[in-house]
Antibody, heavy 122, light 111 residues
Framework: QVQLVESGGGVVQPGRSLRLSCAAS????????MHWVRQAPGKGLEWVAV????????YYADSVKGRFTVSRDNSRNTLYLQMNSLRAEDTAVYYCARPAYTSAWSQQIDYWGQGTLVTVSS | QSVLTQPPSVSGAPGQRVTISCTGG?????????VHWYQQVPGTAPKLLIYVNNNRPSGVPDRFSGSKSGTSASLTITGLQAEDEADYYCQSYDSHLSALVFGGGTKLTVL
């Protein structure tokens, strides 16, 4: 069955960096674009970034553009999110998520990881 | 401020029907992009509830239904049950932003 397992969250000071990972299994990882979606405490869902199946194209939310970088290693079935220049407002649970279709990353998400909490605080 | 607008909360008694609205604009719902709905119990990951406007994944009861017209969409839950108490989010794609967009979420309380 499809599994997405995030790791790498923790407490980090403002201005510092953190890298999240998402280990995927149970499906052909290299065929799917992949998303990062976050949720601040007590707030709603916010899309962060997407990377195409081959890593050639990436899109970001304006709130993280220039600070976050999404990447993937299809040989390791792993998705990454490099977060630099972290701010207090980046505090959130970060989910890795798979779109339902290999050919349309902009459609619905059918699988989500359990999330990893990132807390940006001095 | 979310690109898609939802009411912050709705409520209903067991057995009743509730509707949650989702309003977008000309670069998302109005541009004929599909809307999808998720259910999230606090402390857990979201779960896909309705996809491509009005389709239910297997295992989702037919008490849940969706519709879309123009720049608006709605999720309707009939025969409310206590287990339906959760947060609900609509989601679409925005061509101006080149991004997935979510509604701000609606908290459903079963009285």
């Amino acid at each position: 069955q499809v599994q997405l397992v995030e790791s790498g969250g923790g407490v980090v000071q403002p201005g510092r960096s953190l890298r999240l990972s998402c280990a995927a299994s149970g499906f052909s990882f290299s065929s799917y674009g992949m998303h990062w979606v976050r949720q601040a405490p007590g707030k709603g869902l916010e899309w962060v970034a997407v990377i195409w199946y081959d890593g050639d194209n990436k899109y970001y939310a304006d709130s993280v553009k220039g600070r976050f970088t999404v990447s993937r290693d299809n040989s390791r079935n792993t998705l990454y999110l490099q977060m630099n220049s972290l701010r207090a407002e980046d505090t959130a649970v970060y989910y890795c998520a798979r779109p339902a279709y290999t050919s349309a990353w902009s459609q619905q998400i059918d699988y989500w990881g359990q999330g990893t909490l990132v807390t940006v605080s001095s | 401020q979310s690109v898609l607008t939802q009411p912050p909360s709705v409520s209903g008694a067991p057995g009743q029907r509730v509707t949650i609205s989702c309003t977008g604009g000309s670069s998302n719902l109005g541009a004929h992009y599909d809307v999808h709905w998720y259910q999230q119990v606090p402390g857990t990951a979201p779960k896909l509830l309705i996809y491509v406007n009005n389709n239910r994944p297997s295992g989702v009861p037919d008490r849940f239904s969706g519709s879309k017209s123009g720049t608006s969409a709605s999720l309707t839950i009939t025969g409310l049950q206590a287990e339906d108490e959760a947060d609900y989010y609509c989601q679409s794609y925005d061509s101006h932003l080149s991004a997935l967009v979510f509604g701000g979420g609606t908290k459903l309380t079963v009285l």
